[in-house]
């Protein structure tokens, strides 16, 4: 029998359908085209019906326990749900805005003096972005060491660790006073932050089934946007602070800020847990479901052998899988043109303000709105897709409004303020909206802990690489048109959107492959080669 695409769906989203554990099972084996059910597996009335066609086996095999079994199991899924959106999904959306702010909070110390006081300035005014630019280099190479160490100490402890590390190393900028100091201690921030993002797409990816990942990310990613509509703010009022002794009123900017850091990082081990087997705020009952429901996400080899991911042993070979991934590459090149912009929004928008006749100040309080809207618009995206089933093909239309932003106000001139604003909702929604697509598109078609603990780490570590360019190319004595800076981020969002096209028409090709039998030799592997795992466009 020809596999069908309705039969994805059980698999995308195992806890809306209204299977047993076995009787989801023989459902899939049924419609993979195996011929020969075991005896053990059949009731008189499956082997009348096992000359029917698919569909009706489906019918036949379901109905009987649809009503008595979907009620009671999509009560507690809603209530499993609940209860990790309100208990896990707030603290890394927590700890996610203090990353933010602590990495973009050197722009803010710059509008108080932090070039001046560290004699910054050289004949190419390039010493400042130097300093950013090392932070990105030892950020990248920190996520993939970073993502496979989270599986040997538990993310428990790796993620309130990494929180805590680079919230002393940011109150250590406060104390620096030259500018090797400085490229000193933003390096070993960008190590201490790497591995933050991997790590929680990794954890969300042990909670969560691949359908219901997007909303999260939208959910947590949104304190990106709120971190630079907050860190404004806050910046203005800690600088208020004033020169203190030796610390200049910049510095109490990462200090502060650095501290707060620590405490989220502290109070986070206590709310999080290991696993949904271990989470203290499910019952007996709920973490075996949880778990259920994770395994019944997977083929359903790894189901029936009872096996966990938790429980694989390390290989190389699962790495270099990762590593040779074409969807990975795919998925990590259009992530690093968005990222690039996304670095880079937060440089010109005051400027962009500015020209509208705000003093620095108010500019700060009307760059709030921009962020504000992707915000709102970034959860919508994310439950449309959970919805839909889609990523990739959201992103093609997602980022539509960023490239039209960027096309105009690259070309518009320095009359047309008005304009120029206004097209940074474009601008911010369109790009914001399209990272939860595609951070969980990767993760939703890797399957086998470290390959996707790899992949994870890997497309972050080539999108990331976009800092580089973003630190680049709005040099100060560009502005305030940024021409040379807003067409090369409009490039790079037209190469998104065309390497987000390939990424659908590979895994499309993928499944293609699958149903007409090209990985059967791949049956029983359980993980993202076996025929039944079907990737998500």
């Not at 990353?99 to 110390?109: C, E, H, K, M, Y």
């Not at 920190?142 to 309130?160: F, R």
């Not at 694989?312 to 590593?323: I, N």
């Amino acid at each position: 029998l020809r596999r069908t695409r309705s039969f994805a769906s059980p698999r995308f989203y195992p806890s809306l359908y209204s299977t047993s554990h076995s009787s989801s099972l023989k459902t899939r084996n049924f419609a993979h085209g195996r011929a020969k059910v075991s005896e053990k597996m059949r009731t008189s009335d499956e082997k009348h019906e096992a000359g029917m066609m698919d569909e009706n086996f489906v019918e036949a095999t379901d109905k009987p326990h649809s009503h008595v079994a979907s009620t009671g199991d999509a009560a507690m899924t809603r209530r499993i749900l609940l209860k990790l959106d309100f208990r896990i999904v707030p603290v890394l959306a927590l700890l996610f805005l203090c990353s933010f702010l602590d990495r973009t909070n050197v722009g803010n110390a710059k509008t108080y003096g932090l070039e001046t006081d560290l004699k910054m300035f050289d004949a190419d005014d390039r010493r400042y972005d130097t300093g950013l630019a090392v932070y990105y280099a030892t950020y990248i190479a920190s996520e993939i060491p970073s993502n496979l160490v989270l599986k040997k100490i538990s993310p428990k402890i790796w993620l309130p660790a990494l929180t805590i590390m680079w919230g002393i190393v940011t109150m250590c900028l406060g104390f620096v006073r030259n500018y090797a100091g400085f490229v000193a201690v933003r390096a070993i921030l960008g190590i201490t932050e790497g591995g933050l993002l991997p790590g929680i797409v990794l954890y969300l990816s042990g909670m969560y089934t691949r359908g219901e990942m997007a909303l999260r990310l939208g959910l947590f990613y949104t304190a990106a946007s709120l971190s630079g509509a907050f860190g404004g703010l806050l910046a203005r009022g800690l600088s208020a602070i004033g020169r203190v002794g030796p610390q200049a009123s910049w510095s109490w900017i990462f200090i502060i800020e650095g501290l707060l850091t620590v405490v989220v990082g502290v109070v986070s081990y206590f709310l999080l847990p290991n696993s949904v087997e271990t989470a203290g705020f499910l019952s007996a009952e709920e973490q075996v479901h949880a778990r259920s429901r994770l395994h019944l996400d997977m083929p359903s080899r790894l189901a029936q052998d009872g096996s966990e991911h938790q429980h694989e042993a390390f290989q190389w070979s699962e790495v270099l899988r990762g590593v040779l991934d074409l969807s990975t590459w795919l998925s990590a090149a259009s992530y690093f043109g968005i990222l690039a912009g996304l670095y880079s929004f937060g440089l010109f928008l005051p400027t962009i303000i500015v020209e509208l006749g705000y003093t620095a100040n108010e500019a700060q309080l009307w760059s709030v709105i921009p962020y504000a809207v992707a915000s709102v618009v970034t959860v919508i995206v994310a439950i449309v897709s959970d919805r839909l089933k889609l990523r990739g093909i959201i992103m093609l239309f997602v980022l539509i409004p960023a490239i039209i932003g960027y096309a105009v106000i690259a070309n518009i001139g320095i009359q047309h303020p008005k304009v120029k604003y206004g097209m940074t909702f474009l601008m911010a929604t369109g790009m914001y909206a399209s990272v939860p697509c595609v951070l969980v598109w990767n993760s939703n078609n890797s399957a086998g802990h470290y390959k996707r603990a790899t992949t994870t780490a890997l497309q972050l570590m080539i999108a990331n690489s976009g800092g580089f360019v973003a630190t680049f190319i709005y040099p100060s004595n560009d502005k305030p048109q940024y021409h040379k800076g807003h067409t090369v981020i409009l490039g790079l969002l037209v190469f998104s959107w065309f390497m987000a096209a390939l990424n659908v028409l590979n895994c499309w090709r993928i499944n293609k492959a699958k149903a007409n039998g090209k990985y059967d030799k791949y049956t029983g592997y359980a993980d993202d080669r076996d025929p039944e795992f079907l990737m998500v466009l």
